[in-house]
């Protein structure tokens, strides 16, 4: 099948983009304002963009209070939704009134960051403290601003709990990190395999994979 996303006549019960750009890491945000108000909520549009500068990103559908906390404090703390978290990570979603702590709703405990005045998610096993370096309305073909709103923050501090380091190295199936699938649907990391990249300019120095 093929359909033009401007019509969406998919033919589908649901509209199936996201369900495509999947999985999703999970941006789990955290935000102080400065009047001492917190907020945490998760966002499924959310990614790394650069090493160096170290740089992360989340989009927030319309000025909510993460976006609005963040832009107006400069700063916030994306933690790693794992597996064992996926219930306090759902309930940290709810509407709640401005000025209420979602980490109470969620049952969380709020832990101090070193570089940034937002909290971290104490029971998270790693969390980036960020400082915001841009935000913007991203734009359709006609240039007209979208209502989404895209935050993009330099991590200037790591939090990293030793019970996922395995050999050095933090391993996933330890950490069992969140991701978002399409509509309802959540997984998380439990099998992970390794690729090298290839040197050879035909990549025949790579070996088939098996399994």
């Known amino acids: 099948m093929f359909y033009e996303t401007r019509d969406n006549r998919h033919g589908l019960p649901h509209d199936p983009f996201k369900a495509i750009v999947a999985p999703r890491p999970i941006g789990w945000i955290s935000t102080r304002t400065g009047s001492g108000a917190v907020n945490l909520a998760p966002y499924s549009f959310f990614n790394a963009i ?68 937002a909290p971290r998610v104490a029971e998270s096993p790693a969390a980036l403290e ?16 979208s209502a989404n709103v895209v935050v993009i923050g330099e991590v200037v501090g790591i939090h990293l709990d030793e019970s996922i380091i395995k050999d050095g190295i933090v391993d996933m199936t330890l950490a069992r990190p969140l991701a978002r699938l399409g509509y309802f649907d959540y997984s998380a990391a439990s099998q992970v395999f390794q690729m090298r990249r290839p040197k050879a300019p035909d990549a025949s120095d790579i070996p088939p994979r098996h399994g």
């Open 50 to 117: 650069s090493d160096q500068p170290k740089l992360v990103m989340f989009s927030s559908a319309g000025m909510k209070d993460t976006a609005t906390f963040a832009i107006e404090s400069g700063e916030f703390v994306a933690n790693l939704a794992t597996e064992a978290l996926a219930e306090a990570v759902n309930r940290s979603s709810a509407p709640a009134p401005r000025g209420e702590s979602e980490f109470a709703i969620a049952g969380l405990t709020e832990a101090p960051c070193i570089l940034v005045a």
């Open 130 to 145: 960020c400082k915001v370096t841009e935000w913007f309305h991203p734009k359709s073909l006609e240039g007209d601003a």
